[in-house]
């Protein structure tokens, strides 16, 4: 008998120390499922943000859409690297939409626009740019440089600075198709009236890598916006 009611004892103990211990866990398993939900929908927002950053990248074809740009004062060529104080092939293909614009009538001048990239470079991304157009045939006299910028804000805001200086209103801004939108958005941001931007699409470069990096850009651009 005596024996029995230990066990009894013991087994009462026993549900009651389950009991706790279940009663103990439930806030905690609570919280886990709130963290799982709030987990899923930052997530389903990030990609729903970059599918929609990217769906403007892709679909870019200029300013005006699809269009022949407006007879301008200059056109402004968007810096790119340099491969040994040259050009890159990506950054050729921006310059020989420019020599087309520019042969055509569309502007008779240019800016062109990039300082010093990192990794050992000599010359800027402007002075490289302007040997390639002088080797084209293009007169000195007709290309500017900007040497100093390090962003295509900077591009955008240094090329407005020369233009004030030589009086020129209006400006064909030269790009890749990825690299389009983000420009315009500048441009517009910067005040440039009106916005003109012409894209070319690339044949040389990673267009999965550039177009990621773009959403990733085309993001820190719009975070920044506001405060400039």
């Known amino acids: 008998m005596g024996e029995r009611k230990r066990i009894m004892r013991g087994s009462s103990k026993s549900m009651i120390a389950s009991g706790s211990l279940s009663r103990s866990t439930r806030p905690r398993r609570k919280w ?3 963290l799982s939900v709030f987990v899923a929908i930052c997530a389903a927002a990030l990609l ?19 269009g022949k740009p407006l007879p301008s ?97 209006t400006a064909v ?11 315009a958005d500048i441009a517009r941001k910067v005040g440039f009236d009106p916005v003109q931007v012409s894209v070319t699409d690339s044949k040389v470069l990673n267009m999965a890598f550039h177009e990621s990096r773009e959403v990733l850009a085309y993001t820190k651009w719009l975070l920044m916006k506001p405060f400039l």
């Open 32 to 34: 886990l499922r709130r």
């Open 48 to 66: 729903i943000w970059c599918l929609s950053i990217y769906i403007m990248i892709v679909r870019f074809d200029g300013v005006p859409k699809g």
């Open 73 to 169: 004062d200059v056109g402004i060529v968007l810096g790119a690297r340099l491969w040994n104080d040259e050009p890159s092939p990506g950054l050729k293909e921006r310059l020989d939409l420019a020599l087309k614009l520019y042969r055509n009538g569309t502007f008779h001048d240019l800016i062109v626009t990039g300082g010093l990239d990192a990794g050992g470079a000599t010359v800027t991304e402007a002075e490289g740019m302007r040997d390639y157009l002088l080797a084209q045939g293009v007169p000195e006299q007709s290309i500017v440089m900007d040497s100093l910028s390090r962003s295509t804000y900077e591009n955008l805001i240094f090329a407005q600075d020369i233009m004030d200086s030589r009086d020129w209103h």
């Open 173 to 183: 801004i030269v790009t890749h198709s990825y690299h389009g939108s983000r420009a």
